[in-house]
């Protein structure tokens, strides 16, 4: 008898599901135990994954924890793709609606941190400008200048402190204080690296990637801010290697 795989599926995945019909032992024997088995063996394979993709979130939460709501995701979101790296790119918006975390609330917004590294590392490569390009602009000439950005680039918008809580993390940075911070993500070389940015620093950035002029996003950012400090935003740009093209108007 066939297995109808569809079945298969929410079997494996549902503990409390009966093996599926035609499912037998190497002596014809309904596949009990050994289904049980495998079925146990795929929900920690997939919950390993999840960790190895969010390991400040498994840290924060602590492994047995950890492992409760890895078991509760993985069953609610199944793999779309046969590609495990890729796996778990619902988890922020599944940590948003799930009752025992509800008071860590800037636990969804590290796991899309997390996810932004992730795709990041992942992102097509793009060569950067030479940086001597930027200087060569007239200050009027960059106000009407538009940025061609690197598919690596990310920004994470929190009202927590997510770079810092990250590093506190992953990386025994210093304690974090509470604020809004936006994560800006490049990668210059092979890996991805992480600038805090304040919200005007997310406005302007944000402006940019969408396709504004240089001086439409620096509009956009004083206007959050009146003491917006340019530097550290097009600082992180550039030694990001995030400029990938200037096109004036």
Known sequence: ???????????????????????????????????????????????????????????????????????????????????????????????????????????????????????????????????????????????ETRFALAPALRLVRSDWPIVAIWRFNAEDGPKPEMGPETALVTRPEFDPILTALSPAGHGFLAELAQGRTFGAALETATEQDPDFDLTPALAALVSGGAITALHEE
């Open 1 to 143: 008898m066939n297995v109808d795989q569809t079945q298969f599926r929410k079997a494996i995945l549902d503990p409390g599901r009966d093996v599926p019909p035609g499912l037998v032992d190497p002596e014809g024997r309904p596949a009990g135990k050994r289904f049980d088995v495998y079925r146990n063996n795929v929900i920690v394979s997939l919950s390993n994954a999840l960790g190895e993709a969010f390991p400040v979130i498994r840290k924060l939460l602590g492994d047995n924890n950890f492992s409760i709501l890895a078991g509760h995701f993985v069953r609610a979101h199944p793999p779309a793709s046969p590609l495990i790296a890729t796996y778990g790119d619902a988890l922020p918006g599944f940590l948003e609606g799930f009752e025992p975390v509800r008071s860590l609330g800037y636990l969804p917004d590290i796991a899309r941190l997390e996810l932004a590294l992730r795709k990041s590392y992942h992102a097509a490569d793009a060569a950067p400008i030479d940086s001597a390009r930027l200087q060569e602009l007239s200050p009027d000439r960059l106000m």
